[in-house]
């Protein structure tokens, strides 16, 4: 059971981060854009964690080159994923960002020098072909390249290469590591707001902005550690496989809501997805990996 923990936390995490386009879009009816939800809610735990990354400096300085590049690329991750929902369609920002197992197992093998074996190709293959039928399969690519499409991408390599950083700081505290990562949102988010890229709009009511920080302080933040508790205790290319399982959640979401069943195509796509999730999930670890807290 032990063993099976880090999985469960994982697609648990992954069905909350499958539920996140619901607040954002909601947050974006109000005028509240990605950088700006980014700045309040990531922003608001990336604030709070300031003092517990001074006061263990000492603890991790001498991995300060790493756990730079994991602020770099977390908080790249927060503020694009969260600008292209606000600003895109949910479903075709979704298969793009789910580019990211492709990420997290080429990063795995090059960075962390993890094994692509036969059984970790096919769960792959699985992967990326259920994202490809869920979302209409080739057509889904067929509307010409956009800013927010970049935006999708980029949010999925981002989060493939924080989460191989966050697998290879295996001597940091994983609170340590999930503070970095918020530290990284609220300095992007800042940036790009003072910059004059997204400003912060007027007229909204308090009571959003309540709602905003409220869903970076239980709802991210929730979704972030179990993310990331579930990648520090196993290989990043099994992590990354795993969490398409958000894709399987948010189609689930969009269809309940919207009162509409998706087609046969996406059906057979989502069985692929979920056959992937279970190969990986039921496959024995290759080396256990230390719980450090």
């Known amino acids: 059971m032990k063993a099976l923990l880090p999985v469960l936390t994982l697609l648990v995490a992954s069905v909350l ?3 996140t386009w ?4 909601h ?6 854009e990605g950088a700006v939800v980014t700045l309040f809610a990531h922003g608001t735990v990336g604030l709070l964690s300031l003092p517990l990354l001074v006061t263990r400096y000492a603890l991790y300085r001498h991995r300060l080159r790493e756990m730079a590049v994991l602020v770099f690329f977390g908080g790249l991750a927060n503020i694009s994923f969260a600008a292209a929902i606000v600003s895109g369609d949910v ?3 979704m298969v793009l960002f789910y580019l990211l197992p492709a990420w997290g197992v080429l990063g795995g093998r090059f960075v962390l020098g993890e094994r692509i074996d036969r059984h970790r190709a096919l769960s792959l293959v699985f992967a990326l072909g259920g994202a490809l039928l869920v979302l209409g399969g080739p057509a889904v690519f067929s509307a010409p390249p956009t800013f927010v499409d970049l935006l999708a991408v980029v949010s999925g390599f981002a989060l493939a290469a924080n989460n191989v950083i966050f697998r290879k700081l295996e001597d940091v505290a994983i609170s340590t590591k999930v503070s970095a990562m918020f530290a990284g949102s609220l300095a992007w988010a800042f940036a790009v707001v003072v910059f004059g890229l997204s400003p912060v709009p007027r007229g909204v009511d308090t009571a959003i902005w309540v709602e905003v920080v409220v869903f970076g302080l239980v709802w991210i933040l929730l979704a972030t550690a179990g993310t990331l508790y579930g990648v520090h205790h196993m290989e990043a290319g099994r992590a990354s496989v795993l969490i398409i399982m958000e894709l399987v959640t948010a189609v689930v979401s969009a269809a309940i809501i919207q009162r509409t069943l998706p087609d046969p195509m996406a059906c057979v796509g989502g069985v692929l997805i979920l056959l992937s999730a279970s190969l990986e999930g039921l496959r024995a670890p290759e080396v256990p990996a230390s719980a450090v807290t």
């Open 17 to 19: 981060w499958g539920l």
């Open 27 to 32: 947050f974006g009816e109000h005028g509240v």
């Open 22 to 25: 619901l607040p954002l879009k």
């Open 91 to 93: 479903m075709r920002v």
